[in-house]
């Protein structure tokens, strides 16, 4: 049996192979370059060409671009009227901002378990944690896979709540022959570098509810407005302007934002390359019976952002530290998405701990997240599947050796 690196032996890649990476090409830096010559470098045509671009592939009637993700869920939040001593249910398996965006709003995030299959935020986990204070579900699709929206949609109406999808790992993804962006009642989307499309850094907004879009639009700019269908006064003149809320200024630039046009253009190619890649893994991991993949009803359907293996560590006698470890030897640039969001010290300090969504416990104290981006070729990605198969034969041959 080959020695693994972390033991000594020759890593299966020559090279890092990272869990993310952008794609860049001369099209994009032209695009940024034009944007640097030209005469707006913020508020200009490249910002709004970019919300149309959004527009054009979500189906969405209404797009704010703003500076990046976190910044599109607060605003989403501030837009569905969310206050202190409200409540907003959210899944513990997502960066921090999914849960933050709620605090930002003097609120308290309620933190529901995920299905251990799709490993999205469970329904029926969502209906056991409702009170008479919650105000919103913010669903993340995770990895790209669209959360259960016909059941969030459902739990919504029933009870009066703002639907708001949490989509900074799913442009792309369909449901249903609609597009992330026009199914909940609000959408935001992230583009940092890692993402299917990258702005370097930003996010966007989306909604077909109008009243939404104007408070997304307002609340991301200072407020502030001039539109003369929002004005309390009389116009003064064409230098006037009012403020009407508390607002931020979000704005994503014009430089961003002429990438992200550029990348939009790509969407579609980056989308085909990705399910490529996740069906190959699929089909590779289906054989090691020590480690699950993320349940995906619709893979036809499904942009993947992430993709992570959970592995049966009781199996293979191993810690899932020690997988990650022997796999980054293997030069592998694996990661782990996420630390439930709850047993972060910041939320600790409020009151949460361990015992609070089992599903999400047990995920996380398994997980890896394997390298997934365009950049990645199909000999890469044998790599991949043989650096796991290497690591999972080792622990098969020294069973009994706990690390």
């Known amino acids: 049996m080959e020695e693994l690196a972390i033991n000594g ?82 899944s513990p398996i997502t960066f921090a901002a999914s849960a933050n965006c709620v605090r930002y ?44 929206s016909d059941e969030i949609r459902k739990i919504c109406d029933e009870n009066g709540l703002t639907f708001i999808e949490d989509a900074a790992h799913s442009i792309g993804t369909r449901h249903d022959g609609r597009a992330v962006g026009s199914i909940a009642d609000i959408t935001t989307f992230s ?24 408070m997304v639009e307002l609340y991301a700019k200072h407020g502030i407005t001039r539109d003369h269908g929002f004005m309390r006064e009389k116009d003064q003149g064409g230098w006037y302007y009012e403020q009407l809320v508390l ?24 989308g085909t390359r990705r399910k490529e890649l996740v069906a190959f893994y699929n089909e590779r991991f289906s054989e090691i019976p020590e480690v699950q993949f993320q349940i995906d009803a619709t893979p036809e359907d499904t942009v993947r952002h992430l993709y992570c293996l959970k592995f049966d560590t009781d199996a293979l006698g191993v810690t899932r530290r020690w997988i990650f470890d022997a796999l980054r030897a293997e030069n592998l640039g694996v990661n782990v998405h996420y630390l439930p969001v709850y047993l972060l010290p910041y939320y600790k300090d409020l009151g949460h701990g361990r015992g ?11 997980c890896v997240t394997l390298p997934l981006h365009c950049g990645l070729t199909d000999d890469d990605a044998q790599l991949v599947v043989d ?12 069973k009994g050796t706990r690390r």
């Open 356 to 366: 609070e969504c089992p599903n999400a416990e047990d995920y996380y104290d398994r």
């Open 387 to 398: 650096a796991v198969t290497k690591v999972v034969e080792w622990c098969r041959a020294n």
């Open 105 to 148: 709003c003097g609120a308290t995030p309620v933190f529901a378990d995920i299905d251990p299959g799709t490993w999205n935020i469970d329904p029926t986990s969502i209906r056991e944690k409702l009170t008479d204070k919650t105000r919103a579900i913010v669903a993340v699709d995770f990895g790209g896979v669209h959360v259960d």
């Open 247 to 270: 607002g931020y200024n979000y704005r994503i630039s014009d430089i961003e934002a002429s990438l992200g046009v550029s990348q939009m253009e790509r969407l579609g190619q980056f």
């Open 191 to 214: 583009f940092h570098p890692v993402k299917t499309i990258t702005t370097g850094e930003g996010g966007a907004v989306a909604t077909n509810d109008s009243e939404l879009g104007k």
């Open 9 to 90: 032996g020759t890593p299966t890649s020559s090279r890092v192979l990272g869990y993310g990476h952008q794609d860049i090409n001369e099209d994009d830096i032209k695009a940024v370059v034009d944007c640097l010559r030209g005469d707006y470098l913020t508020c200009g045509p490249a910002t709004e060409a970019f919300e149309e671009s959004i527009k054009a592939a979500t189906g969405a009637k209404f797009v704010t671009a703003v500076a990046n993700g976190t910044a599109a869920l607060h605003v989403a939040c501030l837009a569905a009227g969310i206050k202190p001593g409200d409540e907003v249910i959210v």
